[in-house]
């Protein structure tokens, strides 16, 4: 049994984002990602703090599972997109089978530190994003990863029925990505 640690609002999450974005910088460092995110501060959506603190201040959750002496294991966050957050992640150029929209869900990122990996924390904070999004109404989840990154694309795709919208590159704060777009229809038509 995994237990968790919610972060509902900007109280609750706060103290918490300098620590979500070092482990950003160091662990976005390796293929396939190779970023280079800067650590930065609040007001810089750029950076690595300030993409958290952006995503924060448009209230996004955040969860995280805590490891050993007071580390963070494994954290992820998610947030219902508004117009602001679609423009700020670059998702209004993409242009597949279909593509995300206002009131739909953003697995906005997640990151396991590595002496916890395969221990099922990722997959178990995917199934608290789908979660919030029912909870919230939400029609459809996104999730954006790297094209090589098979983790992802088997944990949502494989495991979760996620489909693929299409594939874009984009600039964001850490660099330049190929990126695959997934979704998922909650609410049966
Ligand atoms: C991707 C990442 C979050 C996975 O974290 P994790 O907690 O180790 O993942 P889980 O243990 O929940 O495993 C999820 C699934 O992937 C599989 N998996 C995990 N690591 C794997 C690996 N190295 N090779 C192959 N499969 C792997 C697991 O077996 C599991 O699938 P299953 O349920 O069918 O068995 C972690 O590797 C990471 O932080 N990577 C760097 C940052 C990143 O890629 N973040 C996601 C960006 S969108």
């Not at 209230?59 to 294991?73: K, L, M, Q, R, Y």
């Not at 459809?140 to 795709?157: D, E, F, L």
Request: with cysteine.
């Amino acid at each position: 049994m995994v237990e968790e640690v919610l972060c509902t609002g900007s109280s609750d999450a706060r103290p918490h984002l300098a620590t979500f974005a070092e482990m950003l910088c160091d662990l976005f460092r390796d293929p396939p990602f190779n970023f280079d995110w800067r650590y930065g501060d609040h007001d810089d959506p750029s950076s690595a703090l300030g993409f958290l603190s952006l995503l924060e201040s448009e209230g996004a959750t955040f969860w995280h599972i805590p490891g050993e002496d007071g580390a963070i294991a494994s954290f992820a966050f998610g947030i219902v997109l508004t117009q602001r957050i679609i423009e700020a992640l670059g998702l209004a150029n993409f242009e597949g089978t279909t593509h995300p929209q206002v009131g739909d869900y953003y697995c906005a990122g997640a990151a396991t530190a590595k002496p916890y990996r395969k221990r099922g924390y990722f997959s178990h904070l995917a199934e608290r994003r789908l979660d919030d999004a029912r909870a919230k109404g939400c029609r459809r989840v996104w999730v954006r990863t790297h094209t090589q990154c098979g983790i992802v694309r088997h944990t949502y795709g494989d495991n979760r029925g996620f489909e693929i919208a299409g594939t874009y590159t984009a600039n964001q704060g850490s660099g330049t990505m190929t990126s695959v777009m997934m979704y998922r229809d909650l609410v049966e038509c």
